[in-house]
């Protein structure tokens, strides 16, 4: 069964995104632009129940999980078969020691067409900022050097309190005002300022966004040879490059493979780059 006319199909319905933080400014320009697909936002719709960054609400399973949850209860909320949904995360870069990483994702599904394409941008020049300061004066002099008040910053007791935890702060007399009466009215000699990393509050967030869900158009856009469905993108990493001195297999990709969600049709393509892995990566050259 041919599902090229799946993209076309997105363009007469309506499509849901699950976002309280006014992510519609960058992705629905993208989703309308590329793929032709017009969104709403639920009015009221509440994506902290899925975790927050400040750590009161844990996140409702890992990265993929608590997007696709956001997608779904939209979805179902709206009684909508088409939404979208993102999720960030902060944490070391997957492939380079030391280096922090931002990963963002953004994730389309379709219940109509049982399908689901994600979409995903790493940025390693953004990174959670955060300092234990004494005064007010040492609040805000931490908050100018991180780009406040364009990037926002949360006040609270220490790192892992959850007792108060204020967010909305918006100016620098604010700030001030806010550390001020923390320190007094909490009988305390430190407070913890940090870096406010809800996407409306951080424009580098915004522009990672964008970013993945450019990824998502291009992997919507990724056709099956077979069957025409979209979302036809790398699904599986094989190990067992060879070794270019003992020709053993490392663990380094020898292979990705496609595989469709509708037909199950699969592409296999050599990993980019050498033929043979460099014998420093080999386990039994340099055991």
């Known amino acids: 069964m041919k ?12 499509c849901v995104l699950a976002t309280m933080h006014g992510k519609e400014s960058v992705i629905s320009p993208v989703l309308r632009q590329k793929l032709g697909i017009e969104m709403f936002v639920p009015p009221g719709f509440n994506t902290d129940r899925f975790g927050t960054f400040t750590r009161d609400i844990p996140r409702a399973g890992n990265q993929l999980e608590a997007a696709r949850k956001k997608a779904l209860a939209a979805m179902a909320e709206t009684d909508s078969d088409l939404g979208v949904a993102s999720e960030g995360s902060f944490g070391a870069h997957p492939s380079i020691p030391f280096l922090a990483s931002n990963l963002e994702i953004v994730v389309l599904i379709d219940k109509k067409h049982c399908l689901e394409v994600v979409g995903h941008y790493h940025n390693s020049a953004l990174q959670v900022r955060a300092a234990t300061v004494k005064s007010s004066k040492e609040a805000l002099k931490a908050a100018l050097t991180w780009g406040f008040p364009q990037q926002g910053v949360i006040l609270r007791q220490s790192e892992r309190s959850s007792r108060q935890i204020f967010k909305e702060i918006r100016t620098k007399e604010e700030l001030v005002e806010t550390s001020e009466r923390l320190l007094s009215s909490w009988f305390t000699s430190s407070i913890y300022l940090e870096t406010d990393m ?5 424009l580098a967030r915004m522009v990672a966004i964008e970013a993945a869900t450019i990824s998502l158009t291009n992997n919507c856009q990724s056709l099956c040879p077979e069957c025409g469905a979209p979302g036809f993108v790398i699904t599986q990493v094989v190990p067992g490059l060879p070794c270019s ?3 053993l297999p490392t663990e380094q990709v020898k292979e990705s493979r496609y595989i469709c969600q509708k037909c199950h049709f699969t592409k296999s393509e050599p990993a980019a780059g050498s033929a043979s892995a460099d014998p420093c990566t080999c386990a039994s050259c340099n055991p």
């Open 3 to 14: 599902h090229s006319g799946i993209l076309l199909d997105w363009k007469s319905r309506k």
């Open 245 to 247: 001195t003992c020709l």
């Open 198 to 202: 809800r996407a409306h509050r951080c």
